[in-house]
């Protein structure tokens, strides 16, 4: 393996480009030549992660196998890739601040003045050659959050102003940008992509290769006039269609041979231009699928906004895709679901999804959900909050434990069915007062979960703080609901199952985070399985 090389991914003109979707399409590219490679995200706020977000803010919360909580666009890499992402791929301004400030009080600086520039500057260096460093990849991809032109990008720009100094053809950027159509005109206007790149220009980066997001295709000249009004060759001017799934996205480019034009500007061979089969192969069945009358799965939750639950959404995308059929997600309120509209609400839905979330807010529409699913027996997957739910719903409605609850929700409960446990405190990898992160589980032979995963030990990734409470599990397996995943280590309960019901898993972790393009969750495609065929 060669040295490290470092590609990252700028954006201009609008946010919401699809810089995350570009970066993880150069990524698929250069990995199927055969290289290794990582992308890294840098968001340019002073949060120092996702976790304390609302999900309005910034759409869902995605974790990291090692237990970081992170952007959303880590979910992309992750599932266009099928590597596994680290803390060292999702760093945000708070971060760099704060690691910079931690190193002063500790007197690392021996009485300098500390500064943007070299000492912020610097630190963002090191995050970026820290996945090189350990040569552990032949490429990383870093993503620079936000657009071109905010006085938060100024120091990644700066930064990389210089790691493209110091590393000469070893480093490159990509800078992705709008072409709006005027309609009135008829007209495709490139005078906000040369103003966005005249921005760059203007802090020392000349990007070497621009992807332009387009509605309408562009013509030769067009792109000729990018070129020479941005000192770029035609070659590096690509362009980014709408494209029915994103997952088209990486064979766009391949097209245009953008994985070409960067190993050329890296002095790498080129080679055969690879085929990308399964990749294919998948697009393929996804299309035929998509033509298939759609199976209807409700996802019942609070947040009512398409990037929210985004891992779930692409879950259960990907498991209609395997198993042949459209899956439409149709998001129900759970804040305005009630016992008198649920069965009108519900009535069409072959599965019903009850998400993850905190605090109180929609929590009694899921129970609502829940007792319609059990006792219509619809195929129901509850995840995280989702799973406490199962939980508390059963204990009110089959044990009899009217005010059973959560502590999250009610701090005053007798029946504390879910709570902040004992044996949480086994556990070492604890972040904060969170379990994060991978955890294993044992499954018990015959049941659900151990049907779908075919093998008796897994190990998924948790964001909570309440467990299943064991002080109730015999209670609970007699009345039949059944606790098969259990953590190996502290006991704790992982899923719940009612094996008399056709398909009804809870699971206390999140398995839609490791849910790949070409390697499908298991759970997800047996939930699809039991939607389609109940
Ligand atoms: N609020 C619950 C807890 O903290 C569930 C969290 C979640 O759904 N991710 O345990």
Same mark, same amino acid.
């Given at each position: 393996m060669g040295e490290t090389k470092y590609i990252f991914v700028t954006g201009g003109v609008?946010?919401?480009?699809?810089k995350g979707i570009i970066s993880s399409s150069i990524g698929k590219l250069l990995q199927a030549r055969g290289y290794s490679v990582t992308i890294q995200k840098f968001d340019p706020?002073?949060?120092?992660? =996702?976790?304390?977000?609302n999900p309005y803010e910034h759409g869902e919360c995605y974790v990291t196998v090692d237990g970081h909580e992170a952007d959303l666009d880590l979910g992309h890499y992750e599932r266009f890739l099928g590597i596994e992402t680290t803390k060292a791929n999702n760093i945000t301004t708070g971060r760099i601040y704060k690691s910079v400030i931690d190193k002063e009080r500790r007197g690392d600086y021996l009485g300098k003045t500390i500064q943007i520039i070299p000492h912020i500057t610097d630190e963002i260096k090191r995050n970026v050659k820290l996945l090189g460093n350990k040569n552990q990849f032949d490429f990383v991809i870093t993503e620079i959050g936000g657009t071109v032109g905010?006085?938060?990008s100024l120091p990644y720009l700066e930064s990389i102003r210089q790691l493209k100094w110091e590393l000469g053809k070893n480093a490159l950027c990509v800078h992705l940008t709008y072409v709006p159509y005027l309609a009135a005109a008829g007209e495709l206007k490139t005078k906000p992509t040369q103003h966005s790149v005249k921005e760059l220009q203007s802090v020392g980066i000349q990007p070497d290769i621009l992807v332009l997001r387009t509605e309408h295709e562009l013509s030769a000249g067009l792109r000729k006039k990018v070129a020479l009004f941005c000192n770029?060759?035609?070659?590096?001017?690509v362009q980014s269609i709408d494209a029915s799934?994103?997952?088209?996205v990486p064979l766009l480019m391949q097209q245009q041979e953008l994985d070409e034009t960067i190993l050329k500007k890296m002095d790498l061979p080129v080679g055969k231009t690879p085929e990308l089969g399964a990749w294919r192969s998948f697009l393929d069945r996804r299309e035929k699928a998509e033509e298939t009358e759609p199976v209807k799965i409700a996802l019942v939750g609070?947040?009512?906004?398409?990037?929210?639950y985004k891992s779930i959404r692409e879950a259960l995308s990907q498991a209609g895709t395997y198993n042949d059929r459209k899956v439409d997600v149709i998001f129900v309120d759970s804040e305005k679901l009630t016992d008198e509209n649920a069965a009108e609400t519900l009535?069409?839905?072959a599965g019903i999804m009850i998400g993850p979330g905190f605090g109180q807010r929609g929590i009694e529409g899921k129970f609502v959900a829940l007792k319609y699913a059990r006792t219509q027996d619809v195929p129901t997957f509850g995840i995280c909050l989702g799973m406490q739910c199962m939980a508390i719903e059963f204990a009110r409605?089959?044990?009899?434990?009217?005010?059973?609850?959560?502590r999250e929700m009610?701090?005053?409960?007798?029946?504390?069915?879910i709570d902040i446990m004992?044996?949480?405190?086994?556990?070492?990898?604890?972040?904060g007062t969170m379990r994060l992160g991978a955890y294993e589980c044992t499954l018990t032979p015959g049941s659900k979960s151990y049907e779908a995963y075919g093998k008796e030990l897994i190990k998924e990734r948790h964001r909570h703080r309440y467990e299943f409470n064991n002080e109730y599990k015999d209670k609970y397996e007699a009345a039949?609901?059944?606790?098969?995943?259990?953590? =190996?280590?502290?006991?704790?309960?992982e899923i719940v199952e009612? =094996?008399?019901?056709?398909w009804f898993v809870g699971t206390?972790?999140? =398995?839609?985070?490791?849910?790949?393009?070409?390697n499908p969750h298991p759970l997800f495609l047996s939930f699809v399985k039991a939607a389609i065929n109940q």
């Open positions: 609008a946010s919401s480009l699809g706020y002073i949060n120092i992660d =996702p976790g304390t977000l905010d006085i938060e770029v060759d035609e070659k590096s001017v799934t994103i997952y088209e609070k947040y009512d906004l398409q990037d929210a009535k069409d839905m409605n089959v044990l009899g434990y009217s005010d059973a609850n959560s009610d701090a005053k409960t007798t029946h504390n069915v004992e044996e949480q405190k086994a556990i070492t990898n604890m972040g039949g609901m059944k606790c098969t995943g259990i953590n =190996p280590e502290s006991g704790l309960v009612i =094996p008399a019901l056709k206390q972790f999140h =398995p839609e985070y490791s849910s790949t393009v070409l």
